[in-house]
């Protein structure tokens, strides 16, 4: 049907364990991503009929598929755990997509594996609903991330901490789910045959300009630090909070992945945490930069036997491309924020200026969306808006000052300069609230308007639509949500 292949499948067996998605009592489908489907060739009506729905839900696989569970370790909150592996995942096969890169076709939330560690292997309804909207959240603003192919209801019930909760699954696409959790799995094994598979699967794969290159895994490791260092300045410029950036949800691919207790920021706070199990703030916002590079430089030590066999050799290369993250980051991150704020060429006074609004809006507790939206009128002379998302709004007013003495030095039009400002600064986020209220609606009534509604005022997040106003608006008091759950 769709052309399933799975090369993960021919790596040793000890890189998966082979078995079939668990299958479910009474499937139904909760949506399919039309879109999506479209850009990979899938038939839209046989995705919706029956069997289709049993491909989705795992009760049928489909010709060419070969499911696996993925083997791999990681490190959790900074703790080694030797075994981990898909624990409710399957990854079906691969698909060629559009531009003839192959990608990974995974369910999650498909039954227990060997890897589940006393877990269910299940789903709820909440964390597929939640992963759906915020993924193709994140592919509407331009960030690199899974997708969500479509969301199904088992028509069974998981059970959880809050009590029993209505199950699903989720069918996700990836240009690869290999991870940083993944080499570690293999290096602290001291399987270094293992690793030599994996990082040569994952160069044919992902990097094949580091093919032919004199230094192969040194190529492969500068290719991911880059890769990975950009999407970390992404997820720093629209607020977004992963949550649990272990070693296992860190994409070799550059793709935002895994969204368990994930959100965005409504009012700026740069130690602003949300998972409920993050007591330490370790992943919280302004900690993602530094934890990216913790995690990247596990590993750059995975790959130490494959960059020289001179041990000290080894690390100081491994150092050499560890110490491109900084730059490469900073940079994306510096040019992300002149575009936020209207500044096309760069100037030394820029980064001075950026830091000081990011500091008033802190101390105002301004909403970190709004505010650079709001900025955009700004632009054409309109300062209400912005003025007013700050609670000690004199106190920016010299700020606006120096920006518009910095504005004169460029040559746009108030309106041509709004307009690139619009197109880099969203009006709508999934913000917290908005995804708890369709959640709340799914599980308690089964009303999926709330969720079809907010994807697709999601899908357009720069655009000035009916109801941008609405859905921008960040939560009131008593709406304010503080604390995220990984739904396991």
Not at 279 to 299: D, V
Not at 387 to 399: F, H, Y
Not at 416 to 424: D, I, L, N, P, W
Request: glycine share 10%; net charge negative; charged share 20%.
């Amino acid at each position: 049907m769709f052309g399933f292949n799975n090369s993960y499948a021919r790596l040793p067996d000890r890189f998966y364990s082979r078995l079939a998605p668990t299958t479910v009592a009474e499937p139904h489908l909760i949506r399919i991503n039309a879109a999506l489907a479209a850009e990979l060739g899938m038939d839209l009506d046989w995705l919706r009929s029956r069997e289709g729905i049993e491909f989705l839900a795992g009760n049928h696989v489909p010709a060419g598929a070969e499911p696996i569970a993925m083997a791999y370790a990681g490190h959790q909150f900074g703790h080694w755990v030797p075994q981990l592996g898909d624990g409710r995942a399957i990854l079906l096969g691969e698909i060629r997509g559009p531009d003839g890169l192959l990608l990974d076709v995974q369910l999650k939330g498909s039954g227990p594996t060997p890897y589940s560690r006393n877990g269910d292997g299940r789903a709820g309804l909440g964390p597929v609903l939640r992963e759906y909207i915020v993924s193709e959240a994140m592919h509407a603003l331009g960030i690199p991330t899974t997708r969500s192919l479509a969301a199904v209801a088992t028509g069974e019930w998981v059970l959880r901490q809050e009590g029993m909760l209505p199950g699903a699954v989720l069918t996700r696409v990836s240009k690869s789910h290999a991870r940083v959790g993944t080499f570690e799995f293999f290096a602290n094994r001291g399987d270094a045959d293992g690793v030599c598979a994996l990082a040569d699967y994952v160069i044919a794969r992902l990097f094949s300009e580091a093919q032919g290159a004199a230094q192969p895994y040194f190529e492969l490791l500068k290719a991911v630090i880059a890769r990975t260092a950009k999407l970390i300045a992404r997820w720093q410029l629209v607020g977004f909070i992963h949550g649990v950036m272990n070693t296992d949800n860190t994409s070799i691919a550059g793709e935002t992945i895994d969204y368990g207790p994930c959100a965005f920021m409504d009012a700026y706070h740069p130690g602003q945490v949300f998972s409920s199990i993050d007591h330490q703030g370790r992943y919280a916002y302004s900690n993602q930069p530094r934890i990216a590079h913790w995690n990247l430089t596990r590993f750059a030590e995975s790959l130490l036997p494959l960059l020289d066999a001179d041990a000290n050799a080894a690390v100081n290369a491994a150092k050499q491309a560890l110490d491109g993250f900084w730059p490469l980051f900073e940079s994306a991150l510096a040019d992300g924020f002149r575009a936020k704020v209207g500044f096309l060429e760069r100037r030394d006074e820029d980064l001075a200026l950026v830091a000081e609004l990011l500091e008033r809006m802190a101390e105002g507790q301004a909403d970190f969306t709004l505010t650079f939206r709001q900025l955009c009128d700004s632009a054409e002379g309109d300062d209400g808006g912005f003025r007013a998302l700050i609670k000690k709004p004199a106190a920016i007013d010299s700020w606006l000052a120096k920006w518009r003495e910095r504005l004169a030095r460029e040559g746009l039009t108030p309106g041509q300069r709004a307009a690139a400002m619009r197109a880099v600064n969203p009006a709508v986020i999934p913000r917290n609230h908005r995804i708890e209220a369709a959640i709340s609606a799914a599980q308690a009534d089964g009303d999926f308007t709330p969720f079809e509604t907010l994807l697709a005022v999601l899908a357009d997040p720069y655009g000035d639509q009916p109801l941008a106003a609405e859905y921008g608006k960040p939560p009131g008091p008593e709406e304010v949500v503080l604390r995220t759950f990984c739904g396991t």
